[in-house]
């Protein structure tokens, strides 16, 4: 198979295997790897050999920390086509992942945060091991979460979603598996024994998702205790607030700690796009998935806009790392409805096409 320096695909046996490798920039992911792996999906869906994909990341810190957002706000700010054409091909093989027909194996196995999210848990089988750590954590940059997160995080159990995607907080293993993100636990010293038994399955045993389950269930394990769940009753208390005023105000009134951290995280991030970020999920309940896809592209080229926050974070948190962004405005108070319906327009482009 073709070997792109930042993407590894490979066929073994009946699956094929694709391989994020930019470990140093914990396989953040680039334009041109969107487009790789998309064409990759669309020759293995129309290829009878091929039964099942895997998707991983190289070394041992990270599946795929995010996209390449430095790159894309540049773009943004000089409204390079960059900044159209990623999320594009980005929220398009969103969709590809979430429709594909065959076993999609997501091994997570470290950082999986934002477009690293995307990425996998569209998939089918999405396995994580003691190493993972999921977070969608955008407000902190000034975005909202995106890759879908309209329809995963709105589709969570409760409140847990709003809560995950308006503070960003951070998920292991067993916390995933409570709340429906991932399907299966298992070690990260079982890779290699899991991937061997896929490459070398019986296909003629039945259904491919029948046959992954069978080799999954061989190495699966046991992820321990979700800390997640003990938090669950005061996060739907609070986060069931209609608005963020109200939320804050729930927060403020509570003497918990829990609460208490909850606000320190929520403080750190961007007013307009909490707001923002709070009106999406809502909506992207009642929604179908490409419906929420369209939304949150009209949702990130509003957000690219040259002088947003989303720059302004970027540039606080990854460029300058002063982790001191000013927001405009600094307050929810002063972030006016208008402000939050505009990231709800069709951009002049019109809207994502699929």
Not at 25 to 30: G, K
Not at 314 to 324: E, G, N, P, T, W
Request: glycine share 10%; aromatic share 8%; with cysteine.
């Amino acid at each position: 198979m073709e070997k792109f320096e930042d993407v590894l695909l490979s066929q073994r046996g009946g699956v094929g295997f694709i391989v994020l490798n930019r470990p140093k920039a914990l396989n953040a992911i680039t334009f041109e790897m969107v487009t790789c792996i998309q064409s990759a999906l669309t020759a293995w869906e129309a290829d009878d050999s091929i039964k099942a994909v895997v998707i991983e990341g190289a070394g041992d810190r990270s599946f795929c920390a995010g996209g390449d957002v430095i790159a894309v706000s540049k773009a943004g700010q000089v409204q390079d086509p960059l900044s159209q054409d990623f999320f594009q091909a980005e929220y398009r093989l969103n969709r590809t992942i979430h429709l594909f027909p065959k076993p999609y194996i997501a091994f997570l196995d470290g950082i999986t945060m934002g477009g690293g999210v995307g990425l996998s848990v569209h998939g089918n089988c999405r396995i994580v091991t003691e190493r993972t750590v999921f977070a969608m954590p955008e407000t902190g940059i000034g975005l909202f979460p995106d890759v879908g997160g309209s329809h995963f995080l709105s589709r969570c159990p409760g409140q847990v979603g709003v809560y995950l995607g308006l503070t960003g907080a951070r998920l292991g293993a067993a916390d995933m598996l409570s709340i429906g993100l991932a399907d299966l636990y298992m070690p990260s010293t079982a890779r290699d024994a899991f991937f061997a038994d896929l490459e070398s399955a019986d296909w003629s045993k039945g259904t491919p998702d029948q046959v992954v389950a069978a080799c999954a269930a061989r190495f699966a394990g046991d992820a321990g205790v979700a800390a997640l769940d003990a938090l669950r009753d005061t996060i739907d208390r609070i986060f069931e607030g209609a608005s963020m005023e109200e939320i804050l105000a729930q927060l403020q009134a509570d003497d918990g700690a829990e609460a208490h951290t909850m606000l320190k995280h929520l403080s750190t991030k961007s007013p307009t796009l909490l707001k923002v970020s709070l009106e999406q999920l809502r909506r992207g309940a009642v929604q179908d998935f490409d419906t929420n896809m369209q939304m949150e592209y009209r949702l990130v080229r509003h957000a690219l806009r040259p002088g947003s926050d989303f720059h302004e974070g970027v540039r606080a948190l990854l460029i300058d790392k002063d982790k001191s962004p000013k927001w405009s405005p600094d307050k929810i108070s002063a972030v006016q409805q208008a402000d939050v319906d505009a990231f709800f327009q069709a951009p002049p482009e019109g809207d994502l096409e699929f």
